[in-house]
């Protein structure tokens, strides 16, 4: 089912297109069609079995009746993609510890060279390798690491190391990988740009929904900063795919809304108003965009089309789960998939933008289109076009431009084709629109080679009345060195700190100091006053063992509450665990599967 005026139906499913088994991402390319990379493969190669045939495929509707009948295969002998992003000259492509290149030179839709740019990524737990590819304003991919794992990377600028869970940044332009942000998170599995380029993401095993900017302070090994949900209700969990409303195609009043899945317990999308809130965010639920009844539907990605409908990838399956089932388990289903189309009848579609092989000044006039996504890929191919043309295109355009967004997509698609426009950049920093300076502020911290005046320009920043543009200037300046960057923060925090601020001041510092700072250091545990001794000792290891990520507090939540949403019963104060002593212990040791009745909500039992 879905809200009310929508309307939901199939693109395409393993029935016509056997090869659709276990879609994991999904993304639109510049003419419009629907790349997917399915892993059938998933969750391992068990040696002796023949070599992992995922894929990489292209699907088409080419008579316009809102199906697919039409599929290319890109690549079929990939293993694990658990990520990929289009570019304008090829496809990055995740594949467990390496990142790879892949370029169709023929024009065949089929690809012919690939290339191992990046290996060490860990890969242990395939659940958590690198995955949901997303790229910022410049074409810089954005990809997420799970915990457990411990990835040790060698780049030409020198080894990039990263534990427990966090994200990466590499530029195609630099080849630079960077440690983007490092979180105590579980398994993030959704990234997204809203308008103004700030970035947020899943926590996906977690309940969660935070904003990335004030965790990219300079990384340090060991250092995972805490990410605090801008969620306000109905959380559930596990989270996958991310993606803001941006389609005249849907209503106006739910435009800048974020849209993400969720794969057990509530199989469906939640929605929710994202709102400013001082330096930061906060969110307020609207609606569930859409639920099924199906027990093997699971919706993992999501992104809206050229015309301005909504697609979805079903992951379809009876088990996704890792923890509490076997990886050889013979009901894991390696065959099924589907894709799913959303759209809102009451208003029309949108007129698809004119972007593989327009004009430049073509293109340069679809950036100020409503839609992020008709952007997102226009910039894309306006990477691809010569430098020296788009540059003098951008000098004729500028001029006649008024609102400052459309000044802002003409900075960015100067930095995307590294030719930065520095008079432009100067204007913006000066704009009235907080959100506009704090994009601005981004751009320079990633081109700070390029002004003699960098810190002067951050220390500007640090002195600014809002606390977003504070915050960019704080985050920039913890990866310079220390008698550099610490008056910056200095600056900074004594204009004010806040909730959103107090880590990423605290984790600047650190940075700047050599020093580790974990913002998701565990509290000491409050043990009750009659244990003492060798009780109080178990209670304590106890207390650690229930907070451990994939054990206890993953489904039931650090306090006991459950996600009743989600279908995880509450335990804390329930008859469960405060009738029968005997049968706590055997729940404890045991756990316990089958239809379950807590403070009177029926509960399946069954965890996919």
């Not at 004594?494 to 107090?502: E, R, T």
Request: glycine share 8%; hydrophobic share 35%.
């Amino acid at each position: 089912t879905v809200a009310e005026g929508y309307k939901i139906e199939l693109f395409a499913s393993e029935e016509k297109f056997k090869d659709l088994a276990n879609p994991v991402q999904m993304a639109f390319d510049n003419k419009g069609r629907l790349w997917v990379a399915t892993m059938a493969s998933y969750p391992h190669y068990r040696i002796g079995d023949s070599k992992p045939e995922d894929k990489l495929l292209i699907l088409e509707d080419t008579n316009n009746d809102g199906k697919a009948d039409k599929q290319t295969v890109f690549a079929g002998d990939l293993h694990i993609p658990m990520g990929f992003e289009i570019a304008h000259d090829g496809v990055y492509v995740s594949q467990s510890g390496s990142l790879v290149f892949l370029r169709d030179t023929d024009g065949d839709d089929k690809y012919d060279t690939k290339e191992v740019l990046l290996s060490g990524f860990d890969d242990h737990d395939t659940h958590h390798a690198i995955a949901a590819f997303c790229v910022d304003a410049s074409g810089a991919i954005h990809m997420a690491e799970g915990v457990f794992l411990h990835s040790n990377v060698e780049t030409v600028y020198g080894p990039v190391r990263a534990t427990n869970g966090g994200f990466f940044r590499y530029s195609p332009r630099t080849k630079k990988l960077t440690r983007h942000a490092q979180f105590s998170i579980p398994n993030p599995w959704g990234i997204a740009f809203d308008r103004y380029g700030q970035d947020f993401f899943l926590h996906t095993s977690g309940p969660s929904f935070s904003w990335m900017t004030p965790g990219t302070v300079k990384a340090v090994y060991g250092a995972n900063l805490r990410a605090p949900s801008l969620l306000t209700s109905n959380s559930v969990r596990p989270t996958s795919g991310l993606e803001f409303v941006s389609s005249r195609h849907f209503p106006d009043e739910v435009q800048g809304d974020v849209l993400y899945n969720n794969s057990i317990g509530f199989l469906g999308a939640k929605q929710h108003q994202i709102i400013e809130d001082g330096t930061g965010f906060t969110t307020k639920f609207r609606q569930d965009l859409f639920v099924s009844k199906d027990l093997n539907f699971r919706p993992v990605d999501l992104e809206f089309a050229p015309d301005g409908s909504l697609y979805v990838v079903d992951w379809q399956n009876v088990l996704i789960g890792h923890m509490q089932h076997n990886a050889r388990d013979p009901n894991r289903d390696h065959v099924h998939g589907r894709v799913y189309r959303i759209t809102y009848p009451g208003r029309p579609l949108v007129k698809p933008a004119n972007i593989a092989g327009a004009p430049i000044p073509v293109l340069l006039e679809n950036l100020k289109l409503h839609e992020y996504r008709s952007r997102y890929r226009t910039r894309r191919e306006l990477r691809g076009r010569d430098a020296d043309e788009v540059t003098a295109a951008l000098g004729k355009w500028i001029p006649s431009l008024e609102d400052e967004h459309h000044l802002l997509e003409a900075l960015w698609v100067s930095w995307g084709i590294d030719r930065l426009n520095k008079p432009l950049l100067k204007q913006l920093l000066d704009s009235e629109d907080h959100r506009i300076r704090s994009a601005a502020i981004r751009v320079l911290r990633y081109n700070a080679d390029q002004f003699k005046n960098y810190p002067a320009l951050l220390q500007t920043a640090a002195n600014d009345k809002h606390g977003r543009v504070r915050m960019e200037a704080v985050t920039a300046a913890s990866h310079l060195p220390k008698a550099v960057g610490q008056p910056i923060v200095a600056a900074a925090q004594a204009k004010g700190v806040d909730k959103y601020s107090d880590q990423t001041f605290k984790a600047a510092t650190a940075a700047l100091d050599n020093k580790v700072f974990s913002g998701a250091r565990e509290r000491p545990v409050g043990v009750p006053r009659h244990l003492k001794g060798k009780d109080a000792a178990l209670f304590r290891k106890g207390a650690e063992i229930y907070s451990r990520e994939a054990h206890c507090a993953t489904c039931h939540q650090p306090n006991g509450g459950g996600l009743p949403a989600a279908g995880f019963p509450p335990i804390a104060g329930t008859e469960w665990m405060l009738k029968d002593d005997e049968r706590l212990i055997k729940l404890t040791l045991k756990g316990l599967i089958g239809p379950i009745t807590v403070k009177g909500v029926k509960y399946p039992g069954q965890v996919p």
